[in-house]
């Protein structure tokens, strides 16, 4: 079974300012990493994942994640944030097999002008 | 590639009820997932089929609750004698057989049981 723990759960940035969500994970197995965005009263769009490979992972919007397995990390960042960037963000998890996702409880990124 | 539809995209009934939700995933995925979402957290698995095959049911997935996914294409999942703790957004994803660790996710039913 894996798990993941977001550990902001509000994240207030002012426009332009750089932006990390953090995230880990707990696993028994080999897993997949990813980040999701959900916009108010949409499902959820994928942002990025990591499967294999460099631990720099870069997605789309500008948004980029470092796998870092000694810390079970994925920590998201963004350099530059804009007004648009404001949803909830999750964090998620799968194995290797049926790749059923565990999400992490979310954080909720406010950009302000 | 038109993406996962779900439907009803809202749906409010009376404690007892029995509902019934739709996915249609994108066309020739070949896995389909169901996730519930409640306020303030992250979504939790339910269910998921590949092709026409439920694989696997979540402990969340009580007796009430039942999903199918006749000749592999579109889903309904069924709530029996709704609860007002079945009051969620039920999502639903699907991903190809060649990119099977790829989710794509519809826009949710959100369920309101009064």
Known sequence: AQS??????????????PVELRCNYSSSVS??????????????????KYLSGSTLVKGINGFEAEFNKSQTSFHLRKPSVHISDTAEYFCAV???????????????????? | DTGVSQNPRHKITKRGQNVTFRCDP????????????TLGQ?????????NEAQLEKSRLLSDR????????????????????????????????????????FGPGTRLLVL
């Open chain 1, 4 to 17: 993941v723990t977001q550990l902001d759960s509000q994240v207030p940035v002012f426009e332009e300012a």
């Open chain 1, 31 to 48: 897993v997949y990493l990813f980040w999701y965005v959900q916009y108010p009263n949409q499902g959820l769009q994928l942002l990025l």
């Open chain 1, 94 to 113: 799968s194995d290797r097999v049926d790749y059923k996702l565990s999400f992490g409880a979310g954080t909720t990124v406010t950009v302000r002008a």
């Open chain 2, 26 to 37: 994108i066309s020739e995925h070949n896995r389909l997932y169901w996730y519930r979402q």
């Open chain 2, 42 to 50: 992250g979504p939790e698995f339910l269910t998921y089929f590949q």
């Open chain 2, 65 to 104: 609750f039942s999903a199918e996914r006749p000749k592999g294409s579109f889903s309904t999942l069924e709530i029996q004698r709704t609860e007002q703790g079945d009051s969620a957004m039920y999502l639903c994803a699907s991903s190809p057989r060649d990119r099977g660790e790829t989710q794509y």
